[in-house]
């Protein structure tokens, strides 16, 4: 049988510029990580592809770490059962061994390209990468300035809400998913990630594949500004008092808010993604007040719009970024020695292997 697959994305293009949550990748235990050098075009990411496509094949779960700068693109593997992990360890995610040898190690594909030829070729790849530095900028100026209108919504909505109604609901709720559960020994283990990106081809969600195999999922519905980061907090900080593990997964704009939390000792998920509105589900929007709320549509409705601007200005960006570096690929792609690549993929499963029980 075939292994199980999880994608998210362990770094996003936030309103305070890229941040990364490359740390939590690492499971705890961790026999090997395989930190990837090199630039764009070498190969990396379908070098990670190619070996956890192998793994899932000999029925091991694999979680995917994808790129939120470019999402066909792979930033981490990690090969659940066998504890081994893959990096892309370059910029902007820079990652170095930390117990060189004895735990992790630095694979170069530096060592499979023809510097000769790169050469030929570097003013123009150094102009493609002054230009992609611009425009990430200039994409994390406009998600900067979407920060405050969002915030703004967020302020109209939460004076419309009856507040005692929403702690009320939220102690109900958080006292029926922990009833019974007793307390766990050791110190619990917070992971935080993200479920989904601002990226060039734009929003994308991957809570589909994150919580798959998950018994009982709840979706918290409403409008921004209505407590569902709030709601989401209460159950992981009780799961946290209770010795839980938790995963945290937030929202990209705003790193601050959360969007999901997985117990996976209780086989629960509370997700505010829209792909699980299907589910048992809570909507907070019952708790508004439409009268009070009548005074602030009009400007809810213009912050919105403004919002979605921006974002989409953000977006259109991080394609041009994107576009830039694909045309370093291209200068990258012709001066490498895949078959030298592919016998080390080769290796590597071999050397992963190695840590089968």
């Given at each position: ?69 470019d999402p066909k693109s792979l930033d981490g593997v990690v090969i659940k059962g066998l504890n081994a992990v893959l990096l892309d360890a370059t910029a902007p995610h820079i990652v170095d061994p930390k117990l060189p040898g004895a735990v992790d190690e630095i694979i170069n ?14 003013s123009e790849i150094q102009l493609c990468n002054e230009n992609i530095g611009d425009c990430f900028q200039r994409a994390f100026k406009f998600l900067k300035s979407a920060e405050p209108i969002y915030l703004d ?205």
């Amino acid at each position: 049988m075939a292994g199980k697959i999880r994608k998210m994305f362990p770094g996003g293009n936030t309103s305070n510029g890229f941040y990364s949550f490359f740390d939590y990748i690492i499971p705890d235990g961790v026999n090997r990580i395989f930190c990837l050098k090199g630039g764009p075009g070498v190969g990396k990411s379908s070098f990670m592809k190619k070996i956890a496509r192998e793994f899932v094949k000999m029925g091991y779960d694999v979680e995917l770490h994808y790129c939120s700068s470019d999402p066909k693109s792979l930033d981490g593997v990690v090969i659940k059962g066998l504890n081994a992990v893959l990096l892309d360890a370059t910029a902007p995610h820079i990652v170095d061994p930390k117990l060189p040898g004895a735990v992790d190690e630095i694979i170069n594909f530096g060592e499979f390209w023809d510097t000769e030829k790169l050469e030929k070729n570097k003013s123009e790849i150094q102009l493609c990468n002054e230009n992609i530095g611009d425009c990430f900028q200039r994409a994390f100026k406009f998600l900067k300035s979407a920060e405050p209108i969002y915030l703004d919504i967020e302020s109209k909505n939460s004076k419309c809400m009856d507040w005692s109604k929403v702690n009320k609901i939220t102690d109900d709720f958080v006292s029926r998913i922990f009833d019974g559960v007793e307390f766990c020994e050791g110190a619990p283990k917070c992971r935080h990630l993200f479920g989904s990106a601002i990226t060039p081809v734009g929003y994308l969600d991957y809570s589909d594949s994150l919580f798959e195999e998950v018994e009982n999922i709840y979706y918290i519905s409403g409008d921004i500004g209505v407590g569902k980061s709030e709601f989401l907090r209460s159950i992981y900080e009780r799961a946290l008092k209770k010795g839980l593990d938790v995963e945290v997964y937030h929202f990209p704009l705003i790193l601050d808010k959360l969007q999901a939390v997985y117990i996976s000792k209780l086989n629960v998920a509370i997700t505010t993604s829209s792909l699980f509105k299907e589910k048992q589900f809570i909507n907070l929007n019952d708790f508004i007040d439409e009268e009070k709320l009548d005074k602030y549509k009009d400007d809810i409705k213009i912050d919105k719009e403004i919002v979605d601007y921006l974002m989409n200005n953000a977006i259109a960006n991080l394609k041009r970024a994107k576009f830039n570096h694909d045309i370093i690929e291209e200068y990258y792609v012709p001066t490498m020695d895949f078959d030298r690549v592919e016998k080390l993929k080769n290796e590597v499963i071999g050397r992963i292997l190695k840590y089968k029980e």
